[in-house]
C-alpha cells in the first residue's frame, strides 16, 4: 500500500495564496493517479483536483477551476495544490488520495488517503 502525508496548510488571507505538498512513501508513487478532496464544517467531502500517473492530464471542480493547479514531481514522490486567490468557502480540510486506473473525481474512486491538512481562509 502507499502512505500518504499532507502539509502546507495553514491560516491565510483572502486573495492570498498557500501551496499544499503530499508525499508518498511505500509503493511506486508514478503508478498512482493522485486526488486531491476537501471537507468543510458540516459538509461532506468535495472533489478538488486530480492528476494522472504521468502528469499528463489533470481534472478540476468548477469551484477551483482557474485558481488551484494541481501537480507532481514522480522523482520526489510528491503532489502539490497551489492555490491563488484563495475565498472564504476554501476553508476546509484538504485530503490527498491515490488510485490505480482511471483518474477519478469522486472519494469512492480512491483507495488510499492522507490524514488531511488545515486550510483557513480569514476576511
Known amino acids: 500500500q502507499v502512505q500518504l502525508v499532507e502539509s502546507g496548510g495553514g491560516l491565510e488571507q483572502a486573495g492570498g495564496s498557500l501551496r499544499l505538498s503530499c508525499a508518498a512513501s511505500g509503493r511506486t508513487f508514478s503508478n498512482y493517479n493522485m486526488g486531491w478532496f476537501r471537507q468543510a464544517p458540516g459538509k461532506e467531502r468535495e472533489f478538488v483536483a486530480a492528476?494522472?500517473?504521468?502528469?499528463?492530464?489533470?481534472q478540476y471542480a468548477d469551484s477551483v477551476k482557474g485558481r488551484f493547479t494541481i501537480s507532481r514531481d514522480n522523482a520526489m514522490n510528491t503532489v502539490y495544490l497551489q492555490m491563488n486567490s484563495l475565498k472564504l468557502e476554501d476553508t476546509a480540510i484538504y485530503y490527498c488520495a491515490a488510485n490505480i486506473g482511471v483518474i477519478a473525481t469522486t472519494s469512492a474512486g480512491y483507495r488510499y488517503w492522507g490524514q488531511g491538512t488545515q486550510v483557513t481562509v480569514s476576511s
Open positions: 492528476i494522472t500517473r504521468t502528469g499528463g492530464t489533470t
